[in-house]
């Protein structure tokens, strides 16, 4: 009796952001996310002094300048490339974690990253654009592993109160990296014809600093013991990252989890595809990552410069302007840091969808009305910084989160590899096909993305229930009557040291 209420009295007890977890987060953010950020814009703001080296290193080969179409062609693949490598990169995140861990998969990630600082930082001695192209794919392979590996490395050193706060820490260091690439893009600092290959070549940075920090901080506890089997090492982890001995709550959390997947074992994507008590979590994170990107945030910072200059802003003033935004959207992301835990995950969802469906729409009449009215150009900029700010507090961090919590650890690294490759992919489609948009409907291609945003509002309204400060087998349960599955646990009342047979009988999953 009094070894069970010791397991309660430990079970209530709430995690704490301790020294060696915050700055697990800290490093591996950095070093990981940072750089998916930086990357993403570290080429706009130096793009004409870029091509002008492309035309130049062509006229030296050849004798002849560069005919526009394959100016366009070469710039088109330098920025494409990028997106491209994230997609192969989301599909390496499942065989790599579940072999190196989560962990071990960062720290080998950071060999696609180093490889590329280099050849970027040297291309313009080298006087080939081919290796910047090349570079740009290998740097995305980097992001794609970075934007899924990282979200589940934090996911599962958390205690379930914090999970969703630092759940978001990637997505603001990614909001932070773009930020950085924008104030490193002003002409006078490195933005310019002799500062571009250095500006590039900074990303190795982050990367050497994470290879020689984050070896010193543990693996996930969950891969440990629920994946590699090893009981000590995790207890350990997870007393380093508690700042506490009795973790057996934890432990015995972990053990039922285990139980009740010994019989799917590591699931691949097509088991995955196939596993009816996960049907409706799957479908809830393709929609979600697919609405993240096609509600068109890259579009909205595409044509944010434009919007800016038809305002009356200075052509030279433009850039810090879109510094101040890329501003805002740090902060925005900051405040959903601190208000994850108590407004939930769904209420950020359907907040920051509708704001960036009335902004979209705003944004289309304003973009109609601004030459006829001298005042509208300025409403087209707020709707521009409304958007920043729908999209900084719910759909930009909170679908990393929600899929870490929608599953399970067998099932973890094939769903953040399906994730991954629906946001890269909508990632390189909005890219590809954004310019023709904008040429064939003008404005009015934000309508497109408005609707986008409202149809995945009213998915997430009536499909996706709030996943704050509950357990993954919880979680679980909360979508088995959707699934039509039947999901049991046991009564809560396990002693502390259940036998193999007790913790069998705590899960059982049956199809109605």
């Known amino acids: 009796m009094a070894e069970n209420k010791e397991w309660g009295k430990s079970a209530e007890r709430r995690g704490r952001l301790t020294v060696v977890l915050a700055l697990a987060t800290l490093i591996s953010a950095f070093g990981s996310s940072f750089q998916y950020g930086y990357n993403v814009a570290v080429i706009n703001s130096p793009s004409p002094f870029m091509q002008q080296f492309y035309n130049t290193t062509y006229v030296e080969r050849y004798g002849r300048p560069m005919e526009d179409n394959f100016l366009t062609l070469l710039w088109s693949l330098s920025v494409s490339m990028y997106p491209l490598g994230g997609f192969f990169g989301s599909l390496m995140v499942a065989p790599l974690v579940n072999k190196l861990g989560r962990k071990g998969t960062l720290l080998f990630n950071n060999i696609f990253s180093i490889v590329p600082a280099v050849m970027m930082g040297v291309s313009e001695v080298a006087k080939s654009y081919e290796i910047i192209i090349v570079a740009r794919f290998i740097v995305g392979i980097c992001a794609g592993l970075s934007s899924n590996v990282v979200p589940m490395y934090l996911g599962e050193l958390s205690p379930k109160n914090l999970r969703g706060a630092l759940g978001i820490i990637p997505q603001l260091f990614i909001t932070i990296g773009i930020l950085s690439a924008q104030v490193l893009g002003i002409r006078n600092i490195l933005g310019n014809s002799t500062g571009w290959p250095l500006m590039l070549g900074l990303t190795g940075i982050p990367a050497l600093i994470e290879l020689l920090l984050l070896p010193f901080f543990p693996e996930s506890p969950r891969y440990m013991l629920i994946q590699r089997g090893d009981e000590k090492t995790a207890k350990k982890a997870l007393q380093r990252?508690?700042?506490w001995d009795d973790v057996d709550a934890e432990l015995s959390e972990m053990r039922l989890e285990d139980q009740s997947e010994r019989a799917e074992g590591h699931l691949s994507v097509l088991s995955l595809l196939s596993q009816r008590s996960l049907r409706w979590q799957l479908v809830s994170i393709i929609i979600m990552n697919m609405g993240q990107q096609l509600s068109g945030v890259n579009a909205i910072y595409y044509y944010a410069d434009s919007i800016y200059a038809t305002a009356g802003v200075k052509q030279n003033d433009i850039q810090y302007v879109t510094v101040g935004t890329g501003a805002v959207n740090v902060v925005m992301t900051i405040v959903a840091v601190f208000i994850v835990e108590a407004s939930?995950?769904?209420?950020?969802?359907?907040?920051?969808?509708?704001?960036?469906?009335?902004a979209c729409v705003l944004l289309t009449v304003a973009l109609n009305f601004q030459e006829s009215m001298t005042w509208m150009p300025y409403v087209s900029i707020t709707c521009v910084i409304i958007y920043v700010i729908g999209h900084a507090i719910g759909p930009s961090p909170i679908p990393y989160v929600v899929t870490t919590e929608m599953f399970r650890q067998s099932a973890r690294p094939a769903a953040f590899m399906v994730a991954g490759s629906v946001h890269w992919l909508s990632n390189f489609t909005v890219g590809l096909i954004f310019p023709f948009l904008e040429k064939g409907l003008g404005s009015y291609s934000f309508i497109i993305f408005s609707f986008v945003c409202l149809v995945t509002l009213v998915y997430i309204w009536l499909v996706v229930p709030e996943t704050k400060s509950k357990t993954f087998l919880e979680i679980c349960q909360m979508f088995a009557k959707r699934n039509k599955v039947e999901i049991k646990l046991g009564d809560g009342d396990l002693p502390l040291k259940e036998s193999?047979?007790?913790?069998?009988?705590?899960?059982?999953?049956?199809?109605?």
């Open 241 to 243: 990252l508690r700042g």
């Open 344 to 358: 939930g995950r769904r209420l950020l969802l359907l907040c920051g969808f509708g704001i960036c469906c009335g």
């Open 500 to 512: 193999k047979e007790s913790l069998e009988d705590a899960v059982r999953v049956t199809a109605f």
